[in-house]
């Protein structure tokens, strides 16, 4: 890739401000340089949560989660998602995957895909057994009966529940519960896979394991949108990052750049609490 061609990022001075990202073109003999068009899998426009809440510290009793955010997520790219605890990074991937409305603006997803948020257990249904929920599960995210029953025993091999498989949700541990979550969304078929980090699940063996996995399914051509607070893996994985602050886009562009101004800023905002902690000691 030439340096012409390489993703460029416009960072604003504060979130929500213009901001640019020019991606990678193709050469044309007739036309010159050309945009390679990629299809986009999921879309937000202009969308803003929020919620009501009893703390008057809020906006008359209102939180605003994110305000007016834009991207696109285009098939076969790993997205990485960063910024500081309560900016709305989990809340951005619960919209994505439908489990939340916009308040304002617009989700949109391509016709025919379906995307999944990896969590620990979320919609598992405690009286079915392992099996049953790996079943529901599967076709929850499109697959149909024969698909879901075929993903059936890789679910049970690499989940490393054995008997318990067949044993009511309700009896299983925190530990097992994370390990049918990670494989049940590892293992059946989701076009866009919407992770919240890395999930630390089981013990050190099965964890090493699902890690291998999951870094595995990222670097393939698996569309996914990666949360992370783990910068270094989110420069070697993804291909373009978002940056969030205060609920709106602060950055965006190729994952280098975004990382090494988002660790800066993290870094400057340090040096200025600690300065006001000296004036507000003496």
Not at 110 to 127: D, E, I, Y
């Amino acid at each position: 890739m030439s340096e012409d061609n390489k993703p460029a990022i416009v960072v604003s001075d504060e979130p929500g401000d213009e901001k640019a990202v020019a991606f990678p073109t193709g050469e044309s003999a007739v036309d010159g340089p050309v945009e390679i068009e990629r299809l986009a899998m999921l879309e937000l426009e202009n969308v803003s949560h929020s919620y009501r809440t009893g703390r008057k510290s809020f906006d008359s009793g209102t939180h605003h989660v994110l305000d007016q955010v834009s991207l696109k997520l285009y098939e076969g790219e790993t997205l990485g998602i960063i910024g500081r605890n309560g900016v709305g990074k989990t809340t951005l991937l619960r919209l994505m995957a439908g489990i939340l409305g916009p308040t304002h603006g617009t989700v949109r997803i391509h016709p025919g895909k379906t995307a999944s948020l990896l969590t620990l257990g979320l919609g598992f249904q405690p009286q079915l057994s392992g099996r049953e929920n790996a079943y529901l599960a599967a076709m929850l995210q499109g697959s149909t009966r024969k698909q879901a029953k075929s993903f059936l025993g890789s679910i049970e091999e690499f989940s490393e529940l054995g008997e318990s498989f067949d044993e009511p949700v309700k009896d299983y541990s925190a530990g097992m519960r994370s390990r049918l979550a990670f494989t049940t969304a590892l293992m059946t078929h989701v076009d866009i896979l919407l992770i919240d980090e890395i999930l630390s699940v089981g013990d050190a063996h099965f964890r090493e394991k699902a890690q291998t996995a999951m870094k595995s399914r990222i670097t393939g051509e698996q569309t996914v949108v990666f949360v992370s607070h783990a910068t270094s893996e989110v420069k070697s994985l993804c291909s373009r990052v978002i940056w969030l602050e205060k609920g709106k886009v602060m950055a965006e562009g190729d994952s280098t750049t975004v990382v090494d101004a988002y660790l800066q800023h993290v870094k400057d905002s340090r040096v200025v609490v600690r300065e006001k902690e000296v004036v507000a000691a003496r």
